[in-house]
């Protein structure tokens, strides 16, 4: 089963690469691109840090371990799920039918049959930082927490993707909350404080998938880990939920959307 | 004048299909004002310094409502115009009409901004006059503010045209405009306002074009300058333009003969 | 009468990379392309004069289109002369472009997203025409074409034929001395098709607007064109009136029938019988020889016919048939 779907994936990455070399410079830049992308940010932070040491209880290396997380989950979700963010591109423009067909899970394949060969840079980026700043006794740890932070981010897609079953035209709208949500992620969640603080542990799901996480590999709190867990397997449930209510409406033609 | 009143008409109206883009950022720019704002708060709270870099906690709020103001006042991107064109064959559509390729792309661009004023930036300016209390400058720094965001508009023209003109050669060049955007981000002040980086840092950026767009014209609105700067400002960010129209006319030559097979 | 268009030994050679299917085969092409060379003109020489609807047919890949390409400003020769409205097309661009109509069958020149009322009015404004000249001339299109509703709904929802009238009409609002037609009736029913020949035959009895037409459509260019150029292989095989060639090679018809009942085998002078099985005939007719209504009048009295399609010889033949005479020219 897991050879099968690592077969099939293989597939998919050879698709995407090929495509890519269709325009060698283009392709090229693209991979230095995602990198140079990070490093930004990286050098954002560092000029941050050089100057204040400490934000909202936080230092360098937490917020390098906050990246090499992000990127991780980012680009693992992009190299084995490259539909996560065409979800709501999908049902609009009635593409589903196709997956419909198949006698498979039809999120799952929605999600497994594309792969975004950039993410792979990401990917790299992310295993470096977490060398530099990772210690060996938190490995298994960190593993665990890079699986969590992933799958919310893919329910988060799959959430904001479904909003296409019901509005029909949510291609930016879905796109612009999962980008929204990941650059709240992309900050100390200690600056937070109050009311937003607790949206972003709830409505919005960010300050799992980067500040919990970084809070627990600096100091573990049974608790906390345990409420990520919980947290992991509540969105992930609500997620699919939603996506197969929205494709009950799909199938039984309710969508108002026609295309011509 | 009727040629290009017709076009940017064509990018306005464009534009108004394309609104659902517009109530995006609706959500976009409230949201990315409150990440700075608890990132500041707390920054300004922990080191329990009154300014910093040169910013007041308040001013350095207000830094990042004025970096969303030009932000979308100045947004740009023609180059993804011109590839997309480029790579399905429709740019002879343009190049069949009896008007230079740069100044069509420009009316349609200048008729999208004022779209963009009418129904994103008056909001935002309204929002931040009554409920943010940003302060106002005097009516002279005002102006040169106004000018100074006109400029930048026609910088950031000129300048992704030339970013743009690569496609001719690529055909692809989403990757590069990628590489733009983050560095764009990060010189032009939107990620942090420049006063952060080391003097030498920021002497050199003075010759640059980036912090023509974004960091200057904040801080005219801001009067962090003496009136004799900004009049060095204004011209040097007047030369940025010359000098990218020329690359920009230079260059298309080039591109056009390229993509017309010229040379075969 | 004067001529128009003055084209002098044009030729064009494409560079274009190949590359073989399959992931190492892509890699490999990042490092490595290997081009080939394409000659797609070979020294083409022709004149138009004003006025004139001159036909521009051949087989795909035979030139027309980089012809087009040439005469619409957007392609640089790799040698020759090219004089069309006094200019030279690639080199003076946008004072050339202005008294130019172009429409192409495959690209997109309409606002995608935007009614195409909208294009029309940014004709007005980018060629600069009086409003009330304006109006008379889009009234006079739209009445003909019958785009009076279509015209207000966005491009993106229109059928390819109304597109192409759309078109059309954004290609001639502005008057143009010279229109190029590069496949106009792509995607037109054949009613569509009447009205949109008749149009163009209009337009240019009333404008004087010379017409070049480029298309695979035997009928077509026998609707429109008094004067037809054959390109073929990147040369120019037949240069000159429509009717001296057709009497020579269109002196052929194809008669398909379908028949109700089984058939005897089918026989008559001056006919050759292509194809025949139980319930389908196909013949070739002579009409230098025999009159079609002859031929029909046979079969009618002969068999129980279901059907009968009358048709021309497919432009490839007739350049074949060219070919074969003796020395490639007629």
Redesign the interface.
């Known amino acids: 089963m897991v050879v099968n779907h690592l077969r099939v994936h293989w597939e998919y990455l050879k698709v995407a690469l090929s495509t890519a070399m269709e325009y060698k410079i283009n392709f090229i830049i693209q991979v230095l691109a995602m990198v140079f992308n990070d490093v930004v940010w990286i050098i954002f932070w560092l000029i941050f840090f050089n100057r204040f040491q400490n934000v909202g209880g936080w230092v360098l290396g937490d917020m390098l371990m906050l990246y090499a997380i992000i990127t991780l989950s980012y680009g693992l979700s992009s190299v084995f799920f490259g539909n996560r963010n065409r979800i709501a591109e999908i049902v609009n423009q009635g593409k589903l039918d196709f997956y419909l067909a198949l006698p498979k899970n039809v999120l799952f394949h929605v999600l497994i049959s594309r792969s975004s060969f950039y993410g792979l840079g990401d990917v790299v980026f992310g295993i470096i930082l977490a060398f530099i700043v990772l210690s060996l006794a938190s490995l298994s740890l960190f593993l665990i927490l890079v699986l969590a932070s992933t799958s919310i981010l893919l329910s988060v897609a799959i959430l904001s993707g479904s909003l296409a079953f019901f509005f029909g035209n949510a291609e930016a709208t879905s796109r612009n909350i999962f980008m929204g949500t990941l650059s709240l992620a992309s900050y100390p969640l200690s600056v937070y404080q109050g009311v937003t603080k607790f949206i972003l542990l709830t409505i919005i799901p960010a300050g799992f998938i980067s500040g919990v996480p970084v809070e627990l590999l600096k100091s573990f709190n049974a608790q906390w880990f345990w409420l990520t867990i919980g947290f992991v397997v509540l969105i992930f449930s609500i997620a699919t939920f939603v996506f197969y209510r929205g494709l009950k409406k799909y199938e039984s033609g309710n969508l108002m959307y026609v295309r011509t | 004048m009727g040629k290009f009143s017709g076009l940017s008409r064509m990018g306005f109206k464009t534009g108004i299909v394309y609104r659902a883009h517009f109530f995006v950022s609706l959500i976009k720019i409230p949201l990315t004002l409150v990440v700075f704002f608890y990132l500041w708060r707390s920054i300004f709270m922990f080191s329990g310094e009154e300014i910093i870099q040169g910013y007041t906690f308040a001013e350095m709020f207000i830094y990042y409502v004025l970096s969303m103001l030009v932000g979308t006042l100045i947004y740009c991107d023609v180059d993804a115009w011109m590839n997309e064109g480029i790579k399905d064959g429709d740019v002879v559509g343009d190049f069949l009409r009896p008007v230079t390729y740069m100044k069509q792309l420009f009316c349609q661009y200048f008729g999208l901004r004022e779209l963009t004023f009418l129904i994103e930036v008056i909001p935002i300016m309204v929002v931040s006059l009554f409920f943010l209390n940003v302060p106002l400058p005097s009516l002279l720094f005002g102006m040169l503010f106004i000018l100074a965001v006109f400029l930048a508009i026609l910088l950031n023209y000129f300048f992704t045209f030339c970013v743009g003109l690569t496609a001719f050669w690529l055909k692809e060049i989403q990757g590069i405009r990628r590489v733009k955007t983050a560095v764009m981000a990060f010189l032009e002040g939107a990620l942090i306002p420049l006063t952060f980086f080391p003097l030498i840092f920021q002497s050199v950026f003075k010759y640059l074009p980036f912090q023509y767009l974004r960091f200057v014209p904040i801080n005219i609105f801001l009067e962090k300058y003496a009136l004799s700067e900004v009049v060095v400002l204004l011209s040097i960010q007047t030369v940025w333009i010359l000098i990218f129209f020329f690359i920009a006319k230079t260059v298309f030559k080039l591109a056009f003969r390229k993509f017309a097979g010229a040379g075969i | 009468m004067t001529s128009i268009i003055t084209v002098k030994n044009l030729k064009?050679?494409?560079?274009t990379h190949t590359r073989k299917e399959?992931?190492s085969n892509?890699?490999k092409?990042?490092f490595n392309r290997k081009y080939e060379y394409k000659q797609a003109l070979k020294g083409i020489s022709f004149e138009i004069e004003e006025g004139e609807i001159v036909g521009f047919i051949g087989p795909n890949g035979a030139g027309k289109s980089t012809t087009i390409?040439a005469l619409?400003?957007?392609?640089?020769p790799?040698s020759g002369e090219v004089v069309s409205l006094g200019f030279t097309p690639?080199k003076d661009?946008?004072?050339y472009?202005?008294n130019?109509g172009?429409v192409?069958g495959?690209?997109?020149?309409l606002?995608w997203?935007?009614p195409a009322i909208?294009t029309f009015?940014?004709s007005?404004?980018?060629?600069?025409i009086k409003e009330s000249t304006f109006k008379s001339r889009l009234n006079f299109m739209v009445k003909l074409l019958d785009l009076e509703k279509v015209m207000h709904t966005?491009v993106?929802?229109m059928s390819l034929g109304e597109r192409m009238k759309c078109k059309l009409v954004a290609a001639l609002l502005h008057n143009p001395k010279l229109v190029l037609l590069d496949e106009p009736s792509i995607g037109l029913d054949v009613i569509a098709k009447d009205k949109f020949r008749d149009f163009i035959k209009l337009v240019n009895k009333k404008y004087k607007t010379t017409f070049i037409i480029t298309t695979h459509d035997m009928q077509e260019i026998e609707r429109l064109c008094k004067k037809i150029i054959i390109i073929n292989n990147g040369q120019i095989v037949y240069d000159g009136l429509l009717k001296d060639i057709k009497k020579k090679y269109l002196s052929n018809k194809f008669i398909d029938v379908k028949l109700e009942t089984k058939g005897e085998k089918f026989k008559l002078r001056y006919c050759k019988v292509v194809e025949q099985n139980e319930y389908e005939i196909k013949i070739e007719v002579n009409t230098t020889k025999i009159k079609v209504k002859e031929v029909i009048n046979s079969l009618l009295s002969n068999y129980d016919v279901a059907d009968i399609l009358i048709s021309d010889p497919p432009i490839e033949t007739i350049i074949q048939q060219i070919f074969r005479s003796k020395d490639g020219k007629v």
């Open positions: 064009k050679v494409y560079k399959g992931l892509a890699i092409s990042l390409k619409s400003g957007f392609l640089y790799t690639w661009r946008v004072d472009v202005a130019l172009v192409l495959q690209k997109a020149q606002w997203d935007l909208d009015y940014l007005k404004d980018v060629y600069g966005p993106r929802d």
